[in-house]
């Protein structure tokens, strides 16, 4: 309110600052929420300052007064006694083990994580479970850690000593004075200290006794990492049977199916709070269906909105721990809502807060150590599902249309120049790209990225193509072309090349329409095959290229189709195609097209049982990928080679020549290996290795290949091959 009146008044803080003779520090605090109640001189003085009518005036007051009221009445009063705990507590039976452990051997323990994870909750139970074990007694403090105002040092200890069995008159009016009291007060009993939603190491450390046998347990939604000489825990979602189990254990005899637990407790999270709320609100409403809200929750835009019930509320609670977080850090925790995938690093970050790499690493700091955010050892973060809505709410709130948007396309722009150019890498005839913001200086560099990052990218070229980006698009999915080599059976390739060819007819682009479709066949031929969907788009890609002159395309065209035609086992016609296509690239100068028809041809002779001649072609082919004066781009020529290698392999097996079989196909496999080329080829070599081996006695070597080429094959997708190729099925 507060700043939407100096807003109106167009003042900035420091204007109102001098106006009002109330310092800037001051009125930050209270814009930002972490002072909910000023003293009314301290009101009354800026209502004057921003001419205030009577009725904004009266406002204003009030919310002041009631932030007074809310803050006194916040504060505990009794003896730190201990909350009951909860009947239906679930799971955690690893948890509880821990803290027990820590506590019954005099330790400190701290359990951090955050909002909604039962933090409280496991801390009451462990401690019920202690309480024999603590017989000088068990006290509870909350420490109001995500409040404006955290529960003072001095007013902590003065509970302490009062739960203790201090007279008022005996506390000390110092902290190091009731700090050495209260020590030396616990020396000699056994105690259990339970400090609840702590705000700092710095409330923390005159709480913590100094030695004998009592412990101390501590939660916080921040890690608390300064804090010396304590055992950590850090707490996660409930997994699913256990969050089913609490949710169940909630509803009592309230019917709900498995499956309908089940769904609920996904759409939670495994998050106790919000468990807890949808049981109470099923419970109380005995005419609602579960199945119904299901369906509510599966809807990403209301499920918050489901998750109060009376004075629970997710939202809220997230909101509190939002409320702790500077001006721009809540910017980045805000805008990282709009990231497509699920996991991001600090790059992105930066690019998203409009702050520099360092300024990112400190506001995702701050964010994980709120448990806003979770990180993991590569250096990648993701939000909780619930948290990530929460922050797209707050986008919506306090962003508007107009800056979400130019946000949006900031972000887009930034993950296609990325992409594009990590592709790139890979593009024989591009060397390396020129584009130094990118910050990606080699080729394994480039392949990191572009897969810990598809999902993030994927996503940009989507938005990119629903809003018109065509040109971006295209040249996004040309960029992938050579890198699929690398990552043959990605599920995304397909789509990627589909929105090319869209972008492609979309800017009337023949020739790079004729191109993506000539993409899209070849995806198709990958393992396992779909020919008849191949022939397809080489047809369409054939009559655009005839219609535009693009020679290169048309032989493409009947390159892909004589590979499709002989997975059809029309052997006549893929020879048919494989010569024409070998002809036209020849003619043109494109040897490393030239030699892939080479290698087609070899196939379809192999298929034909014409292994002698299959193994001439292949020769042929060796020679001409070992000659560095072909013509062939370098890179090619290396990917080519174990390839040809493997074909020589099965063609000397075909043929009886056993040894001669296993050194290519050995040396077919060291070449894969070399490259990183886990793909089906390479599991086929594997697999064909291992029948070899044990065909000549090589019993070991044997099991060891076709354990290699299962797994390859489970790489891949191919459970049925890997079980296939398993050591114990041979």
């Known amino acids: 309110m507060l700043r939407r009146h100096r807003h109106i008044a167009r003042l900035t803080l420091e204007q109102l600052a001098e106006a009002s003779g109330v310092s800037a520090r001051t009125l930050s605090d209270m814009e930002r929420g972490r002072s909910k109640g ?43 006694e201990l909350p009951r705990s909860v009947e239906d507590f679930t799971g955690r039976a690893a948890e509880v083990a821990w803290t027990e452990e820590v506590l019954r051997g005099a330790g400190v323990g701290l359990i951090s994580g955050p909002a909604g994870l039962g933090k409280s909750t496991l801390a009451v139970r462990a401690a019920h479970v202690l309480r024999p074990s603590f017989p000088d007694g068990v006290f509870f403090l909350d420490l109001f850690g995500m409040s404006p105002q955290p529960l003072p040092i001095e007013e902590a200890l003065a509970m302490l000593l009062r739960a203790l069995g201090v007279a008022d008159q005996q506390i000390p009016h110092d902290i190091p004075g009731r700090a050495s009291l209260y020590r030396s007060l616990l020396r000699d009993r056994r105690v259990l200290v339970v400090l609840d939603n702590a705000a700092s190491e710095e409330q923390v450390r005159p709480l913590l006794p100094g030695g004998g046998a009592t412990s101390a347990l501590v939660t916080s939604r921040r890690s608390l990492a300064g804090l010396e000489g304590v055992r950590r825990l850090s707490l996660g979602p409930l997994p699913v049977l256990d969050a089913a189990e609490l949710l169940n254990g909630i509803l009592g005899d309230r019917p709900a199916s498995e499956p309908e637990l089940a769904q609920l407790a996904a759409l939670c999270g495994g998050l106790p709070l919000a468990l807890r709320i949808i049981g109470n609100r ?81 506001a995702l700091d701050e964010l994980v150590d709120l448990g806003l955010l979770q990180d993991s050892a590569s250096g990648r973060y993701r939000f909780h599902d619930l948290v990530r809505l929460f922050a ?63 999902d993030n990218w994927l996503g940009a070229l989507r938005h990119a193509a629903s809003s018109g980006g ?42 790079q329409q004729a191109t993506q479709l000539n993409y899209l066949a070849w995806v198709h031929l990958v393992p396992p095959p779909d020919p008849e969907t191949t022939l397809r788009y080489t047809a369409q890609a054939m009559e655009l290229a005839t219609r535009s002159g693009a020679t290169a395309q048309i032989a493409w065209a009947h390159s892909h189709a004589g590979a499709a035609l002989r997975r059809l086992r029309r052997l006549d016609e893929a020879v048919e195609s494989f010569t024409l296509s070998a002809q036209m690239f020849k003619a043109v100068g494109d040897l490393d097209a030239y030699s892939q028809c080479l290698s087609g041809l070899g196939d379809c002779l192999y298929d034909q049982g014409r292994h002698e001649q299959a193994l001439a072609q292949y020769l042929d082919l060796w020679a001409l990928v070992n000659d ?66 044990a065909e000549e006695g090589q019993t070991e070597e044997s099991r060891r290949a076709y354990a290699r080429a299962a797994e390859v094959y489970e790489a891949i997708g191919d459970s049925e091959a890997a079980n296939r190729s398993r050591p114990d099925t041979q």
């Open 38 to 80: 000023p003293q009314q001189r301290t009101v009354t003085a800026l209502a004057d300052a921003l001419a205030l009518d009577e009725d904004a005036r009266k406002q204003l007051v009030e919310l002041a007064r009631e932030g007074r009221l809310k803050d006194h009445w916040a504060r505990p009063t009794g003896l730190c």
């Open 392 to 454: 797209r709410d707050r986008l919506h709130a306090e962003d508007t249309g107009a800056e979400r948007d130019a946000i949006t396309e900031t972000m887009t722009s930034w993950l296609l120049r990325m992409a594009t150019t990590a592709g790139r890498w890979f593009e024989p005839a591009y060397g390396r790209p020129d584009r130094p913001e990118t910050d990606l200086s080699s080729q394994e560099e480039a392949d990191r990225w572009i897969r810990v990052n598809v």
């Open 628 to 693: 560095d004066q072909s013509g062939m781009t370098s890179s090619v020529m290396e990917l080519a080679r174990p390839h040809t290698k493997f074909r020589l392999g099965m063609c000397l097996r075909a043929l009886g020549r056993r040894a001669e079989a296993v050194t290519a196909l050995t040396e077919a496999v060291t070449l894969m290996d070399r490259l990183q080329l886990a793909d089906y080829l390479h599991a086929l070599a594997l697999e064909n290795l291992a029948a070899l081996l």
């Open 470 to 511: 065509h040109a971006a698009v295209l040249d996004c999915a040309e960029s992938m072309h050579w890198f699929t080599v690398r990552w043959l059976h990605a599920p995304h390739l397909e789509e990627v090349f589909t929105l090319g060819a869209e972008a492609a007819e979309a800017l009337g682009d023949q020739v």
């Open 282 to 362: 099923l419970v109380s409403r005995p005419e609602w269906n579960p199945a119904e809200l299901v369906t509510r929750m599966t809807d990403e835009e209301r499920r918050l909105n489901q998750l109060k019930a009376g004075d629970l509320e997710v939202a809220t609670a997230f909101g509190m721990s939002y409320e702790q977080l500077g001006t721009s850090t809540r910017r980045v925790f805000r805008r990282l809502a709009l990231v497509p995938g699920r996991d991001f690093d600090a790059s992105l970050a930066a690019i998203l807060g409009g702050t520099s790499i360092e300024d990112a690493w400190d």
